[in-house]
């Protein structure tokens, strides 16, 4: 829709945001995995899936 836009953010609001089981958004997760590689490493978007999926929500620090 014409009335979504992509905005900046660190990477683990972008992370928390493609895991986000409230409110899925397949666009985001589609446009988020295409251009991860300009501003990240594969390795590094591992790591911070997997503690996504290892600390409770609302836990993961900003920072980490």
Known sequence: ???????PGTLNNLIMRVVNDNTPDQLFATVF????????????????????FNVPRGKMSVND
């Open 33 to 52: 995995f295409d251009t991860y590689t300009t501003f990240t490493t594969p390795e590094e978007v591992l790591y911070k899936l997997i503690q996504a």
């Open 1 to 7: 829709p014409a009335d979504q836009a992509f905005k």
